[in-house]
């Protein structure tokens, strides 16, 4: 791997700048910006460049989730790091971006990427040494290990109180596995991610993303993910998380800290049951930013599907509403007019209910589940059952 890369996060802020100014109805979408090349410049301590200009490939951006304190979950782009393999010149003290019109300037020692944790971590597996399946947590920020391993504690223990999870099938298999590295220092991460700063409470019309480097927490925690899946814990003063990614092996995010009434087990919980094959239930606004993600080819997966028709759903055996129709349960306009019943007849929805994977057009089995919005109770019952049939 190369030593050295632009960080995501810086990236990130020359997209911001570019935005600056405009409204969301007037921001043309990534899509004008792709072919935009990012060029750079070193520069030394009196800022005049050193050497010619570079150009580097173009900013990829991943879709990552987001969780806002209402409980609506949503997901912004994220830019990738940018990795390079030559050092910098004699004399330079910091890397100017270009992109576009949009300045950005970025000091040297913040583009040595680290190729490894410090040492092997202190691991403690709760809620004893007698699971079938241990899902990884990695400290971040924390100072203490039994500080960490209390909150793994308390995060496991509630989660096992949680439908599938307190169910016969799995009361016994499921547990976590903590892994301690001591933070550098006090509010310093091992990944970039912002510890320190301001409590926001505010609800707008977006999901706030908190995450560091994704590429380093996989590089550097890869290893001890399970295929690719495990959780960051923060230890931030700011609320929040975000979604790992699977096809890059990223491990999800969750801050320890949470506004009045949230609870941020939710967030790790949510991100466990994608680590499990679930899919997300939430549509993505119809935005150019989103259309690579809104407009992706999907055919099905355990809770999302693009078959609208109930009796070929995947959890087409466990309908209670709905057959064999050319219609889905409740379509996207019905839901606009007005609250589904989760519970018709005083039994639990499922069917095929318009808007999943993002998009109006794929359908999902329940009115209402954590997959769609951290203010359901719970799984619906076809989560429930996808993750007693992985577990056990």
């Known amino acids: 791997m190369p030593n050295f890369a632009i960080p995501g996060s810086k990236l990130d802020l020359l997209k911001q700048a570019r935005r600056e100014g405009f409204s969301v109805s007037e921001w043309q979408g990534l ?211 975000a979604g790992g990614s699977a096809p890059h092996r990223y491990p999800a995010w969750a801050s320890i800290s949470g506004c009045p009434g949230e609870d941020w087990r939710t967030i790790a919980l949510h991100e466990i049951g994608h680590s499990l094959g679930l899919e997300d239930e939430y549509v993505l606004p119809d935005l150019p930013d989103y259309a690579q993600w809104r407009d992706a080819p999907f055919t099905g997966g355990a809770n999302a599907t693009s078959e609208k028709n109930p009796d070929r759903a995947p959890w087409r055996d466990m309908l209670n509403l709905g057959g064999d129709t050319d219609q889905p349960t409740v379509a996207l306009d019905e839901q606009n007019a007005g609250w589904i019943d989760p519970m018709p007849g005083g039994r639990p929805l499922i069917g095929t209910i318009a808007g999943a994977r993002y998009h109006e057009k794929y359908f999902r089995p329940s009115g209402n589940c954590l997959m769609r919005n951290l203010s359901a109770p719970q799984f619906c019952a076809v989560c429930q059952k996808h993750i007693i049939d992985k577990l056990r």
């Open 31 to 241: 899509d004008a910006e792709i072919g935009v090349p990012l060029r750079a410049i070193w520069l030394d301590e009196n800022d005049a460049q050193i050497g010619a200009e570079l150009e580097f490939a173009p900013i990829q951006f991943a879709l990552t989730e987001g969780f806002a304190p209402d409980g609506s979950i949503g997901a912004e782009p994220v830019a990738r790091e940018i990795p390079f393999e030559f050092a910098a010149p004699a004399g330079a003290r910091n890397l100017q971006l270009l992109w576009g019109d949009d300045r950005l300037t970025v000091a040297v020692e913040e583009l040595a990427r680290p190729q490894s944790m410090p040492g092997d971590p202190v691991v403690r597996n709760f809620p004893d040494d007698d699971r079938g399946y241990y899902y990884p947590v990695f400290s971040d920020g924390f100072l203490d290990a039994e500080t960490f391993f209390a909150r793994v504690r308390d995060l496991t223990d509630w989660i096992r109180a949680q439908p599938p999870f307190n169910s016969p099938q799995l009361a016994t298999r499921f547990g976590m596995k903590a892994c301690f590295w001591s933070a550098p220092a006090a509010g310093v991460s091992h990944f970039g991610a912002p510890l320190t700063g301001p409590m926001v409470c505010t609800v707008g019309g977006g999901s706030p993303v908190l995450l560091g480097s994704q590429e380093d927490s996989a590089r550097l925690v890869g290893a001890f993910t399970n295929e690719g899946q495990g959780l960051i814990l923060m230890n931030s003063s700011q609320r929040g998380g």
